[in-house]
């Protein structure tokens, strides 16, 4: 299965990133999908799910202020905004496809396809 993020890179706290995530075809129309980060030390963490079909969204309340998935049809993209950032963002993000439905307390688990990561670093 291929998942490749991209977008990340090195910027000032208050600032904007939109990450990138270009699956197959199968996976960007049949597959729920869904971003992760993983700061160095800690656990994979939930940001935001999509359902397959584009028509609901999921986000832990700690996510919901900041943070917008979405997708793309034209181009087979996901996409995560990510706003205001800040220092504690910094971590790697990662999109995911599962065939669970999504909700707002995804964990890893839920998710056998992953992609490679992209590094966010915020500096203050």
């Known amino acids: 299965v291929q998942l490749q993020a991209s977008g990340g890179g090195l910027v000032q706290a208050g600032g904007s990133l939109r990450l990138s995530c270009a699956p197959s075809?199968?996976?960007?129309?049949?597959?729920?999908m869904a971003w992760f980060r993983q700061a160095p030390g800690k656990e994979r963490e939930f940001i935001a799910a999509?359902?397959?079909?584009?028509?609901?969204?999921y986000y832990p309340e700690s996510m919901k202020a900041r943070f917008t998935i979405s997708k793309d049809y034209a181009k087979n993209t996901l996409y995560l905004q990510i706003n205001s950032l800040k220092p504690e963002d910094t971590a790697t993000y990662y999109c995911?496809?599962?065939?669970?439905?999504?909700?707002?307390?995804?964990?890893?688990?839920?998710?056998?396809?992953w992609g490679q990561g992209t590094q966010v670093t915020v500096s203050s």
């Open positions: 995911a496809a599962t065939t669970l439905l999504p909700t707002a307390t995804m964990r890893s688990v839920n998710f056998a396809s």
């Open positions: 999509i359902k397959w079909d584009n028509r609901d969204s």
């Open positions: 075809a199968h996976i960007f129309s049949s597959y729920n």
